[in-house]
C-alpha cells in the first residue's frame, strides 16, 4: 500500500548484529501493529502500538511509534536465526477495522 | 487448537472453475476478516464481518468474489469463474470485539493456484 511504506524491503544480517525495520505512514495512524509471518505459515501478533511514543519490547524486539504517530520502527537485538522471516507493519487508521498492511520486510540471519 | 483455522490448506483449480475457501475463527471473536496475499501487492483486505452488521466489502476486486459469514462464525470465501491473477494465499483473521485494540490473530491461509 502507497498509505503504508516498509524499509528496507530486505535485510541480510550476521547473526548477533543489530537491526531495525522502518514503517512509515502518509496519514496519521489509530494504531500500529507488527506482524511476523514465517512461509507457508499465518502471521504472528508481535506488538501494538497505539500511543505517541509509545515503545514496547518483547524479549529481543522493541517497537516505537514516533510522538506524530505516522512512522514506527522494530529494532531487535543480537539477531538469532530464529528471528529470520517477513515482518510486516499494519495500520489501523478507522479504530478497529481492517488493517492497511505494508509490502514487509524479509530478514535473513546468517549464522 | 485455539487459534484460527483455514481449509484447505492447498488449492490448485483450472481457470473458470469456483472455489470456495473455509474460515473458522477463535471461538468468541465477533469479527472476521479476509486478506489476500500476492506477489505483486502485498496483503490487501479483502471483506470485514462485525457481528449482525453489514459486512464490509470494500476490498473485494470483483464480482467474482464473495463471502458469507453463517451464525457469526465459520466464513466462506467464494471466488466463481477463477482467473490466473486470483492465485494467491488467503488469509482469515479474527478479533474480539474490542475496538480499542483491534489485535488480528491470522489463520495459516489457503495457497490458491489456479491453472
Known amino acids: 500500500s502507497q498509505e503504508l511504506e516498509q524499509s528496507p524491503q530486505s535485510l541480510i544480517v550476521q547473526e548477533g548484529k543489530n537491526l531495525t525495520i522502518n514503517c512509515t505512514s502518509s496519514?496519521?495512524?489509530?494504531?500500529l501493529y507488527w506482524y511476523k509471518q514465517k512461509y507457508g505459515e499465518g502471521l504472528i501478533f508481535l506488538m501494538m502500538l497505539q500511543k505517541g511514543g509509545e515503545e514496547k519490547s518483547h524479549e529481543k524486539i522493541t517497537a516505537k511509534l514516533d510522538e506524530k504517530k505516522q512512522q514506527s520502527s522494530l529494532h531487535i537485538t543480537a539477531s538469532q536465526p530464529s528471528h529470520a522471516g517477513i515482518y510486516l507493519c499494519?495500520?489501523?487508521?478507522?479504530?478497529?477495522?481492517?488493517?492497511?498492511f505494508g509490502g514487509g520486510t524479509r530478514l535473513m540471519v546468517k549464522p | 487448537g485455539a487459534g484460527v483455522s483455514q481449509s484447505p490448506s492447498n488449492k490448485v483449480t483450472e481457470k473458470g472453475k469456483d472455489v470456495e475457501l473455509r474460515c473458522d475463527p477463535i471461538s468468541g471473536h465477533t469479527a472476521l476478516y479476509w486478506y489476500r496475499q500476492s506477489l505483486g501487492q502485498g496483503l490487501e483486505f479483502l471483506i470485514y464481518?462485525?457481528?449482525?452488521?453489514?459486512?464490509?466489502k470494500s476490498g473485494l476486486p470483483s464480482d467474482r468474489f464473495s463471502a458469507e459469514r453463517t451464525g457469526g462464525s465459520v466464513s466462506t470465501l467464494t471466488i466463481q469463474r477463477t482467473q490466473q491473477e486470483d492465485s494467491a494465499v488467503y488469509l482469515c483473521?479474527?478479533?474480539?470485539?474490542?475496538?480499542?485494540?483491534?489485535?488480528?490473530?491470522f489463520g495459516a491461509g489457503t495457497r490458491l493456484s489456479v491453472l
Open positions: 464481518f462485525q457481528g449482525n452488521s453489514a459486512p464490509d
Open positions: 499494519g495500520a489501523d487508521y478507522h479504530a478497529g477495522n481492517m488493517l492497511t
Open positions: 496519514k496519521t495512524l489509530y494504531g
Open positions: 483473521a479474527s478479533s474480539p470485539i474490542a475496538l480499542a485494540k483491534n489485535i488480528q490473530y
